[in-house]
């Protein structure tokens, strides 16, 4: 696919003048950038990333002491991190509600913290009864609430039939809300990058946004007022439906008022992505890359401070038959239910989790080298939580496969590796919640937490 | 011909004549001599047909007693899936390919897309751009373009009436009219193609399109009579998955749509078009399996010659063998269940041993098959890369393609099934240990038992000797019994109820856009009874649905 010339862009660009939600930092980042000035810490952010299928232990788990160990076959891809990385062992996914270990659970107790609902018309699409812990903690935290999250996944496909909601939700507004990650990156581009104008801010060209503003503030006033037509008629059951949908076209409306940030040494406007099919093996790494690109840049630019990265869904269903030659042509998902035994598993399933630690590698290790305001990196002022659905392919949630990265100015205790016995993930959420500000006494069911996990952050 | 009634609230004045030997056998067991009743006399024993909404009321209605007399469907606003939004937006535009929609959750390639009910930001942004994209791409002097004399602002007027009330589903009112017309003067200043992408970007993300309504209007027995145009949106839905099209539209603005004899006109108008007979294709397709099979890997040193290509042809031989029965031969949902043919082009032949034909794909008997269910396209779709599935075919069969509901495995069931899947090395040893243990038998020793009969055929369909496919099925009990192998099961599926009415089911699932609850439940039945009676072709099954008064007939849902 060509690149678009100057002029298509910028008809493009004034085609979708205004961005959507994470304009809604923009404003503040010309604050932030005042803060800077006058030395005020740079903002904290903070990124969950998943890898599916869990991992091969014997190939994550660091040897050794907690400040001196070896990281084997999986985690050294991670090697050139050690000191801005953490390892922890002995953390679990407490499950409760319906159903037993499964990706699905594991996915809904990972984000949510809480027990499992009922299923969905396909088996184990078990509902979630809690929303998940990123809404708390962007309603509350100080650092993350002035911004809107960002939930983005490069592969969406599940080895399932159905269409299941469990493995591919990102987060949960609510119980059985889901909220399902975009997929595209050309558009996650667009809808955080619409307010950079191609050619710069020239006379002529501002005169054509505010134009081209004009234009958008008519068009949506159309479709608010046929909205409140329809809230007179609706059935009772509808209104909270429109009620939301009236909220995003007011944050349609708002950010026809925003201001794109300056380009400066810390915040660069990515290259626009390509369009890519997405959802084929062939493309899953390139889509994840092109997506990594704009989130850099939107942690950078201060755009998101919250976001998840779903390399893929969980329980995926990408083929992995061309990483490496002798690899089967099992789907990851099914190939992580294979005896592990067989030599020719093992290596596949240790290659598949590698190749996914390295790309996450290179890219925390990007955000390293980009330098804040305040002289610290970017990487120093985001934690980040890498992890999976489950630990392994039997499902287990015992002994989930996590790395903290980053995080330094948050006080994160990197270059370890800490053991804990047996506790639960849901410990992990509240020292970080607490780490930004957002402190909670428990997270989930009864049992399902039982205090914040000492020694991670100093 | 029954003639239309003309009072408004009576929303079915009359029966369309299929319509009405349908329920009159169906509701009611009468015989026919198969020329037009009365509604009197099609009204039920004791009624005069004359009930709440005068005379020549409905006469299911007006007798009260029929089985479908009290089904009716929620009232329902709800947005449109993705891909019913991306399909309409092509269709207004004449674009030549529809837009992705990624958003929401969705899912393209099945009956129940999976959406979800809220529209949230980012996909709110999605559609402002695949819909500005899409405007900016249409042709908009030949959508704009004015009859011989006729002046620019009434071409302009004309243009914007028209396609925002098939937009809308709903006439346009004058307010509208007026503010459109303004978004369009505003963008005309640019230009007219301006003008026209802010006039459509108005139109298409405005929540009158976004969301399907099934409103009606109240009656006094507190039922709700749909509008015309609700009607022809439901056509729509159902034949066009798209908005309604230009006939329809047309019906609906002469308000013409509230009798079952103009109903049951449009459907046989619709059935006949090739694009819609196309579409009603895809929907018995992918109750049975869809298209998964492309992309389905398999072992390069076990299955070599399973090729992408080769997937692709046979996704395609089912789905023409499922477009043959359904619109040229006239077949009914058993002999598609029970036939001994496939579709058979060069490739597909030379995968199964059989000598190639001519040219094309051609029908042709092949020995040991029975059904479409037996079709390789589905045996290696349920399969893993290097075996046989006993869990996926049996599950497939029991719960996709008859409906029967399977419960989560409970605790401890997952971790047991993964460990004999290693220890075990034969399918049939572990549906053997599967049916031995406690914690799997509970669901197993359902869907078990339909999956061993298919062990005959390989990982990629081929019919394969030496496997053991005994099988006892215990549910449910039209099929229960003792099998040798598929085609002695298969015989008694094809003509179980729970398979007709699954069939109805999904189909009701694809046409509402969800899953069945309680509340959907009668109109399967409607559906599923309706088409029975009506001699069971498949295309009578959407002849069914389209007919059926409940797919029309809502009521408040609950709060």
């Known amino acids: ?458 | 011909m029954l003639s239309a009634l003309t009072e408004s609230r009576l929303g079915f004045g009359a029966l369309g004549f299929g319509a009405l030997l349908t329920l009159c056998v169906a509701a009611t067991g009468c015989a026919t001599d198969g020329s037009p009743a009365s509604p009197a006399s099609s009204g039920s024993s004791g009624s005069s047909g004359s009930g709440p909404g005068g005379a020549g009321a409905p006469p299911w209605t007006a007798a009260g007693s029929g089985p479908d007399a009290d089904c009716a469907l929620p009232r329902a606003l709800v947005r449109l899936p993705n891909r019913r939004v991306a399909r309409a937006i092509a269709d207004l535009l004449n674009a030549p390919a529809v837009p992705t929609i990624t958003g929401g959750g969705g899912r393209i390639d099945t009956l129940v897309p999976g959406d979800t009910p809220l529209i949230p930001a980012d996909l709110a942004f999605e559609y402002r751009d695949v819909i500005s994209t899409a405007a900016a791409q249409a042709d908009a002097t030949r959508l704009l373009a004015c009859s011989p004399g006729e002046a620019e602002a009434a071409c302009v007027e004309r243009f914007i009436i028209a396609f925002t009330t098939r937009a809308f589903r709903r006439p346009v009112t004058d307010d509208e009219r007026a503010r459109l017309k303004a978004l369009f003067e505003l963008g005309k200043k640019v230009s007219v193609q301006r003008g026209f992408e802010l006039f459509v970007q108005a139109v298409l993300q405005a929540p009158s399109f976004l969301y399907h309504r099934a409103l009606g209007s109240a009656d006094a027995n507190g039922s709700y009579a749909l509008s015309s145009y609700e009607v022809a949106e439901k056509l729509g839905l159902l034949f066009l998955d798209s908005v309604p099209d230009a006939d329809l539209m047309l019906a609906a603005s002469a308000d013409t749509l509230r009798s079952a004899d103009a109903i049951a006109a449009q459907v046989e108008r619709l059935l006949q078009q090739p694009s819609v007979q196309a579409q009603m294709t895809w929907v018995l397709d992918a109750w049975l399996g869809g298209g998964r099979v492309v992309g389905k890997a398999k072992d390069a040193t076990l299955y070599g010659d399973f090729s992408p290509e080769l997937q692709a042809r046979l996704w395609q031989s089912k789905r023409d063998q499922i477009h043959q029965f359904t619109w040229q031969r006239g077949s009914t949902l058993r002999e598609l269940f029970s036939t001994p043919e496939l579709w058979l082009d060069a490739g597909l032949a030379k995968l199964l041993g059989l000598p190639a034909p001519a040219q094309g794909f051609v029908a042709q008997p092949v020995p040991e098959r029975f059904g479409i269910l037996t079709h390789p396209a589905l045996l290696a779709q349920f399969a893993t890369a290097k075996e046989t599935s006993v869990v996926h075919r049996g599950l497939f069969l029991f719960s996709d393609v008859l409906c029967n509901s399977v419960a989560s495995p409970p605790a401890g069931a997952v971790e047991e099934g993964l460990e004999v899947a290693k220890e075990l090395h034969t399918e049939r040893l572990r549906a053997e240990y599967r049916a031995t243990k406690p914690v799997c038998k509970s669901c197993h020793h359902q869907f078990d038992p339909y999956g061993l009969v298919f062990e005959s055929y390989d990982a990629i369909g081929r019919a394969q000797a030496g496997p053991d496919t005994r099988a006892t099925v215990v549910v449910p009990p039209s099929v229960a019994g003792e099998f040798q192998a598929a085609p002695q099961l298969l015989a008694k599926v094809s003509e179980a109820p729970e398979l007709t009415r699954c069939a109805a089911q999904r189909v009701v699932e694809y046409a509402l856009a969800r899953s069945e609850t309680e509340a959907e439940r009668c109109l399967t039945d409607s559906v599923s009874r309706g088409w029975g009676a009506s001699g069971g072709r498949l295309s009578d099954l959407f002849r069914s649905l389209g007919t059926s008064r409940a797919l029309y007939s809502h009521k408040e849902g609950s709060k």
């Open chain 1, 1 to 458: 696919v060509s690149r678009p010339s100057y002029h298509q862009s910028r008809r493009a660009f004034l085609r979708r003048v205004g961005c959507a939600s994470a304009c809604a930092g923009l404003s503040s980042w010309l604050l932030q950038m005042e803060g800077y000035a006058q030395g005020v810490p740079a903002a904290k952010r903070l990124l969950l990333m998943t890898r599916p299928n869990g991992t091969i232990r014997s190939e994550w788990l660091p040897q050794g002491s907690a400040t001196v160990f070896t990281l084997p076959s999986i985690s050294s891809a991670f090697e050139k991190l050690r000191s801005d990385m953490l390892i922890l062992d002995g953390v679990d996914l407490k499950l409760s509600g319906v159903g037993s270990p499964t990706h699905e659970a594991g996915m809904v107790t990972l984000l949510t913290g809480g027990p499992t609902g009922p299923a969905r018309p396909a088996p184990n699409d078990f509902k979630n009864l809690l929303p998940s812990v990123d809404q708390h903690l962007c309603s509350v935290s100080p650092s993350l609430k002035s911004h809107k999250p960002l939930y983005v996944v490069a592969d969406g496909r599940v080895d399932n039939s159905k269409p299941q909601v469990a493995n591919r939700a990102a987060a949960y507004l609510g119980a059985d809300q889901p909220i399902f990650p975009e997929l595209q990156p050309l558009l996650v581009y667009k809808r955080l990058f619409g307010a950079f104008m191609p050619g710069g801010a020239t006379p002529e060209n501002l005169a054509e946004l505010e134009r081209a503003r004009q234009e958008q503030r008519s068009v949506l006033d159309f479709v608010m007022t046929d909205l409140k037509s329809l809230q007179q008629l609706a059935p009772s059951e509808a209104r909270p439906q429109l009620e939301q949908h009236a909220e995003v076209i007011r944050e349609l409306e708002k950010t026809l008022d925003s201001t794109a940030p300056k380009p400066n040494a810390s915040c660069a406007v990515p290259a626009t992505p390509m369009e890519l099919q997405t959802n084929v093996d062939r493309n899953l790494g390139a889509v994840a890359a092109q997506h990594l690109s704009v989130l850099r840049a939107a942690l950078a630019c201060d755009l998101v401070r919250f976001s998840t990265f779903m390399w893929t869904a969980a329980a995926s269903s990408a083929v992995w038959r061309d990483l490496y030659s002798g690899m089967g042509p099992e789907n990851h998902h099914a190939l992580s239910h294979e005896d592990l035994r067989n030599a020719t598993v093992m290596k596949g399933l240790a290659a598949i989790d590698h190749w996914f630690a390295q790309q996450t590698a290179l890219f925390l290790e990007s955000l390293k080298t980009i330098q804040e305001a305040d002289g610290t990196s970017l990487l120093d002022n985001t934690l980040i939580v890498y992890t999976s659905e489950c630990a392994d392919g039997d499902h287990s949630p015992d002994n989930m496969p996590i790395a903290l990265f980053g995080g330094g100015s948050l006080g994160v205790q990197n270059g370890q590796f800490l053991k804990y016995d047996s506790r639960s993930f849901n410990d992990l959420w509240l020292s970080i919640a607490e780490a930004f500000g957002a402190p909670l006494t428990s997270l989930g069911a009864a049992g399902q937490s039982s205090g914040p996990l000492r020694g991670i952050f100093g």
